[in-house]
């Protein structure tokens, strides 16, 4: 699955979770830009219809919730055999991670967290949605601390079907009611029970019933009672095991009768009132038990074989007359019953049920509507109708502050002056600014983008040269634990872009000392070593005692601030083998009394194909070169006419050492055969060459170095 796109917006990129109907990956929703989990039902369910039918009702049905402690479900769908639900991604562990970690909770966070599950369970009970395996693996924590009630849907799609599988009973064995045991019909207080065994966990480190087979706790479940929470931790107050006493009751009476009505004693545990709550009691339901097992007495018979014979044969006439008259008249007394049952009806219906009807007891009346109202307007109509409504505030990213989000009841009739719960939004709840300092700029604009924030408008990044890291950030506001709006907040960050940095300055042509002085004002220094930072070395480039050479950088690259590691060259001068020498050559036009352009190219000890000069020659005439060579390099003369290669001469270093013992001759032309002037060697090609051969000119030597 992983790499796969399912409806055309939804990239797998791994898997996160599973269970025993489906496995959940992370996906990335490409359409809004977002994390999302997906949940994909497993191959061995893909080819039974009713319950793909049914999974897909109860996931819908379970999307219509919307709850700050339910996990959202966005999206339904089919790709081929792939079925999947689209829900929303809770960054964080699940509650059994919590409770394996760190349990015995805290009480009051166990509490906390129950609350939260509760108020979760409450909803849906009241949209007609049963979970039906609650258990803490189910429970999300995000990094914010809030509950997330996960698998809302797959439950009842899983039970309505699987459950009904060859009398199997599908679900999470240490957590499900003794109903749901039976596999007979679970309802909202089989929840209840549920939560209660996980509230029993959270606050003793241990599962109430323990068994070697599935089997044998659910036997457990079904008979036997569980240990007192407290014996287990003595720090439980007294009134939250009450909670999970009367939570997990075998009977259903006696659990509690609603979500709303556990919420409330979970909301109330902690307070000063029931610091001292005495241990709760529950009636014996049994002794109105009719088929539970009854003792009967055994019929004892006398010792005595007389006695025993005259109660069982001898009857005497007026004990035959009694009897006699009992079976004539067994009759009346029933009968006198019935006629004063029927008397006493007559007169409830006819006399006492108008008196009371009359008397002004409440009505039935219908629940006006007031979702969406402001809590004012929503109050007064309550108010007006016959009803005290009750305040409850919740957190919400989408119903403006102060209107009512929800009610309860809603859609139907209940007796005037009834409470009426509302539930008004108390705005955005805003999270908790974290600290950045010290991060990477470009991780922290990833994790706020994932939060929903524009990074263009909502994040601003101030770059400055420090000595922290390159792309640190440095500051940030607003600054850690402020609280933040994600559609509102803007962040400013400073980031670090490392130490400033300035241009390397051009050393070369200076002194020693001039370099020194420069290198100062950048706070720059010579590398200190010996033999090290200054090198001294035979140079063309430049005069004695100039550099010619820097390192580790050319002038105008960037170099930080105190560097001390700068290395110079300076040169002592030409090398002990370099010798120049003066050549002439001789340049002739191509055609005389006709203007040709000559180029002068040189590549020897001291120049790498410079060009000397360029000039027009019109008429034969001597141009004087002077070339330097060493042992390693020659000279090399290049010379074009009309851009044409013209001619070629080479001088190495034994050429400088056998002309510097001659007398220094004078430059002139070379001698003439029979009165022509003459040519540069020829060159393939070129048809003046050809025309007007002639040997290469002897160069004129003068020794130098």
Known sequence: MIGRQLGGRYEILGRIGGGGMALVYKAHDILLNRYVAVKVLRQQYVNDEEFIRRFRREAQSAA??????????????????????VMEYVEGVTLNDVIKERAPLQVEEAVHFASQICDALDHAHVNQIIHRDIKPHNILIGKNGRVKVTDFGIARATSSSSITQTGSVVGSVHYFSPEHAKGTTTGAKSDLYSLGIVLYQMLTAKLPFIGDSPISVALK???????????????????????????????EQERYQSAKEMLIDLETCLTVLRRNEAKVVFLNLDEHDDEKTRVIPAIRVSSN???????????????????????????????VWFIIFLVTIGVLWYVVLPMIKDSGAPKDVDVPNVIGMLKVDAEDMLTKAGFKPIEKLQASTEIPLDTIINQDPKGMKVKEGANITLFISSGIEKAKVEN???????????????????????????????????DTIVNQDPPEGDEFDPKKVVYKFTVSQGSEKIAMPDLTGKTKQEAINILALQSLSLDKREKVGVIYKPSFQQPKDKIFDQFPLKPGEDIDP?????????????????????????????????????????????????????IDVSETQI?????????????????????????????????????????????????TIDGQSPSPTPIPGDPAASADPSPTPIPVISAGG
Request: glycine share 4%; net charge negative; charged share 25%.
């Open 562 to 614: 105190g560097m001390d590691k700068i290395v110079i060259w300076i040169s002592t001068g030409d090398p002990a083998d370099a010798g120049d020498m003066t050549t002439s050559v001789t340049l002739k036009p191509a055609k005389e009394g006709t203007s040709s352009t000559f180029r002068i190219n040189l590549t020897d000890a001291r120049n790498d194909n410079v060009d000397l000069k360029t």
């Open 623 to 671: 141009e004087n070169i002077k070339v330097t060579v060493t042992k390693d390099t020659k000279a090399v003369v290049n010379i074009y006419r009309d851009n044409a290669l013209y001619d070629t001469q080479n001088y190495t270093y034994q050429s400088y050492l056998d002309y510097t013992t001659l007398p220094t001759p004078t430059a002139s032309p070379a001698p």
């Open 64 to 85: 219509s919730l919307s709850h700050p402690n339910i996990v959202s479900i966005y999206d339904v769908g089919q790709e081929l055999e792939v079925h999947y639900i």
């Open 436 to 470: 950045y300092k010290g991060r990477k700029i470009s991780e922290v604009v990833a994790e706020l983008t994932d939060l929903g924030l524009d990074p263009e408008t909502q994040i601003i990044t101030d770059l400055q040269f420090l000595t922290e890291e390159k």
């Open 221 to 251: 479940h079904l008979q036997e009672s569980i240990v007192d929470p407290r014996k287990v931790n003595a720090l439980i107050p007294q009134s939250v095991e009450n909670i999970i006493l009367k939570a997990v009751r075998k009977n």
């Open 305 to 335: 074989p007389n006695t025993a014979k005259n109660a069982s044969t001898n009857y005497t006439p007026i004990a035959d007359a009694v009897e006699e008259a009992n079976k004539k008249n067994y009759w009346i007394g029933p009968l």
